[in-house]
């Protein structure tokens, strides 16, 4: 069964550093996302991906962020200079198509933000 | 911002009983509702889902229930089985957009 795979399972990194988590949505899904939870806390929605572009983004998706699809595989989260506080656990998510449709989670990576 | 409620943190069935597992919400806006489960160290998987025209859905040993006027859904498990002990996130989706808004979870024991 087609699965959403997450690279690497954990991160650690120091504060103030760049970081990039890595994903493979299912292949022919066309919609992507991000998630995180903290620890103890809820799955918050980061941002959604579609046709190239964020379609949707919440507000914890600040100018830190960005997301990249470089190639036809892979899509990218990266955090620019991290901080204490995103220390989470990182969901990747897609999708085949928008609101109607499942979205299928991977098995997260943890950032560690020393 | 606390739009989805999960308001148990955990609940302990005993194998082959029902489990119900509670969600509510205050977003009108919201029009699609999932269950997702999720064990240790994995993502959360989807488990199933309600749109806001119906008031019910099943799939096997599991159904939801949804009550739109109380804006309360509710996912049954019967009968339970130690296989479905994780923990179970409610998940809505406003028509506005794609993103999901997730509860806080509930943790799911079914004794054996």
């Known amino acids: 069964e087609p699965e959403v795979t997450q690279t690497p399972s954990h991160q650690v990194t120091q504060m103030g550093q760049e970081v990039i988590l890595r994903c493979v949505p299912i292949?022919?899904?066309?919609?992507f996302y991000w998630y995180r939870q903290i620890l103890g806390q809820k799955v918050e929605f980061l941002v959604s991906?579609?046709?190239?572009?964020?379609?949707?983004k919440s507000e914890i998706f600040d100018d830190q962020f960005s997301v990249e699809r470089p190639d036809g595989s892979n899509f990218t989260l990266k955090i620019r200079s991290t901080k204490l506080e995103d220390s989470a656990m990182y969901f990747c998510?897609?999708?085949?198509?928008?609101?109607?449709?499942?979205?299928?989670f991977g098995p997260g990576t943890r950032l560690t933000v020393t | 911002d606390q739009q989805v409620k999960q308001n148990s943190p955990s609940l302990s069935v005993q194998e082959g009983r029902i489990s119900i597992l509670n969600c509510d919400y205050t977003n009108s806006m919201f029009d699609y509702f999932l269950w997702y489960k999720k064990y240790p160290a994995e993502g959360p998987t989807f488990l199933i889902s309600?749109?806001?025209?119906?008031d019910k859905n099943e799939d096997g040993r599991f159904t939801v229930f949804l009550n739109k006027s109380a804006k309360h859904l509710s996912l049954h498990i019967v009968p339970s089985q130690p296989g479905d002990s994780a923990v179970y996130f409610c998940?809505?989706?406003?028509?506005?957009?794609?993103?999901?808004?997730f509860g806080t979870g509930t943790s799911l024991t079914v004794i054996p």
């Open positions: 991906f579609y046709n190239n572009e964020i379609s949707e």
């Open positions: 292949s022919n899904h066309l919609y």
């Open positions: 309600i749109s806001s025209i119906k």
């Open positions: 998940a809505a989706r406003a028509n506005t957009g794609n993103q999901f808004y």
């Open positions: 998510a897609s999708s085949e198509g928008d609101r109607t449709y499942e979205q299928y």
